[in-house]
C-alpha cells in the first residue's frame, strides 16, 4: 500500500479503482457545471491514433447545447486526432480475398 495515491489526484479518463474494479473515470462535472450523473450524460468513445492508441471516452453533458464539445477524457492532446463519426476509412492491409468457396445450400 503507497500513500502516494492520494497526492495524485485522478484525471478525467484514467483508470481509477472503485470497489475491486478498474473504471474509466467519469468527470463529475460538465465545463459549465452541470452534475453528471446517472441518466445526465451521453457516453462515447472515439478512436484516437495520435497518443498511441487506446482512444478517448467522451461524455457530453445531457443539460448542455448538442453543440458544446464533450468532455474527453483522457483530454485531447496535440497530437490527438478524434475521428469523429463511422470509419470510413478501410485499412488495406493485401490482396483482397477471393471468394474461394461457395456454400452449397442444405439438401432440405
Ligand atoms: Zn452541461
Ligand atoms: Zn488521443
Redesign the pocket.
Known amino acids: 500500500m503507497s500513500d502516494d495515491w492520494g497526492l495524485d489526484e485522478p484525471t478525467v479518463g484514467s483508470l481509477v479503482r472503485r470497489r475491486g474494479k478498474w473504471i474509466t473515470l467519469p468527470p463529475t462535472h460538465?465545463?459549465?457545471?452541470?452534475w453528471l450523473g446517472p441518466g445526465r450524460v451521453l457516453v462515447g468513445h472515439v478512436a484516437c491514433s495520435g497518443h498511441g492508441g487506446g482512444g478517448h471516452n467522451l461524455w457530453h453533458?445531457r443539460?448542455?447545447p448538442v453543440a458544446?464539445p464533450p468532455t474527453f477524457g483522457p483530454p485531447l492532446g496535440r497530437h490527438c486526432k478524434s475521428l469523429e463519426g463511422p470509419a470510413s476509412v478501410r485499412i488495406s492491409t493485401g490482396p483482397e480475398p477471393e471468394e474461394s468457396q461457395t456454400v452449397p445450400e442444405p439438401p432440405f
Not at 30 to 34: A, E, Q, T
Open positions: 460538465c465545463p459549465h457545471g452541470h453533458c443539460m448542455c458544446e
